[in-house]
């Protein structure tokens, strides 16, 4: 079988991988709508959130670079806001119409109006970016357990970093070790699922699942 390993090398670094100066913006961008909700929440006498921890790719350190052929493939930052629960409305549509006002509030110029859609706050911009605000509430309960929810359609248990650590411990379990003998560098299947996410968007006509789809299915 032909050897294919420095030529997939080559095109991950050259193709794959976002670049340095990319990810710097994106996270400049994330940095920018924090601030603004803070800001805009502050305006309308609100309390802000108590934690804004990285989500997705850029947490995972899967970003990719937007396929050539396929444009409509744009570059999403994944945010949670963590409030205490006393902080926002009772249902969950109306914290985050609480969390799109804050947004709107903090000002800024944006390629169309923010949006509170069903899982997040969507902020979109020029050159195809777009920041997704997942919005969570934190209590204790009764047993003196910490308890993080996300506003959905209702009110759901999910502590946005769980996914986070629960991918890293999966790279560092199945990636080639190179205290057993592995040549290959370390983190191999940080790599493979960065492939599988660019292939996965390289066509503009498929509709196939990324992210958790291929965790999941890479996890089997």
Known sequence: MFDMHS????????????????????DVLRQRNIDRLNSGLEKLE???????????????KTLNQTPENNPDVDYDIDTATIFERDDLPENPLDARKRVLAGVQKGGGNFSQEPEARTNVVTVWYQGGYHIDLA????????????????????????DPVDITDWFKGQVDLRSPSISNGATVDAKQMRRIVQLLKYFSKSRKSWKLGTGSVLWDLISR
């Open 135 to 158: 919005v969570h509430r934190i209590y204790t309960d009764v047993f003196g357990r910490e308890i993080i929810e996300h506003a959905g359609v209702e009110w759901s248990r999910r």
């Open 7 to 26: 030529e997939l090398k080559t095109f991950f670094k050259d193709h794959v991988r976002l670049k340095p100066d990319k990810v710097e913006e994106l």
């Open 46 to 60: 609100y309390n802000g959130p108590v934690d804004t921890p990285t989500q997705g790719g850029r947490a995972m």
